[in-house]
């Protein structure tokens, strides 16, 4: 009587063994999903970190379009209304803080802070940025100098 109980233990024993081993592999597979999961998590997180950077740096362009524009309809609509010294002083600040959004546009983009994870998605390459907002800055000093010495029809 004591063999069958000693065989239906071992039984138990090596079910028990065969169940654990399934265990094990299934949780190795569901660990492996998830570290894969987990990356990709990652990877879209970066890539949205890269498309901030980059609505952020056309925030700073447009900012920069408006007060460029803006200094220089300020001469224009302005006239006969406010001091000509005035007007002056109203265009050249804004002309100014366009160039600074441009600048400050690059600078944010090329140093935002730390790096974030390898992104799928591809940056705007820097040389593009600087030729760009050097080009708009370099309009927006034009446009200063048409403020200070251009010919406004009366």
């Keep these: ?16 063994a065969v169940s654990i081993e399934r265990g094990t592999e299934r949780m190795e597979r569901d660990t492996a999903r998830m570290e894969q999961s987990a990356d990709r998590r990652t990877e879209l997180a970066a890539n949205r970190t890269i498309f901030a950077a980059e609505r952020t740096y056309a925030a700073w362009v447009r900012t920069g379009l408006v007060a460029m524009a803006s200094g220089v309809g300020a001469k224009p609509a302005l006239s006969g209304h406010l001091p000509d010294w005035l007007i002056g ?7 100014l803080f ?8 690059v600078w944010r983009q090329l140093y935002p802070g730390p790096p974030p994870p390898k992104p799928d998605a591809k940056p705007i390459h820097a040389a593009w940025l ?3 907002n050097g080009f708009l800055a370099l309009a927006a000093i034009a446009s200063l100098i048409g403020i200070w010495f251009g010919h406004t029809p009366a």
């Design 1 to 16: 009587m004591a063999k069958p109980k000693l065989a239906h233990s071992a039984e138990k024993l090596e079910e028990s």
């Design 89 to 95: 002083l109203t265009g050249t600040v804004l002309v």
């Design 98 to 105: 366009s160039v600074f959004c441009f600048v400050a546009a």
């Design 130 to 132: 600087v030729v760009l």
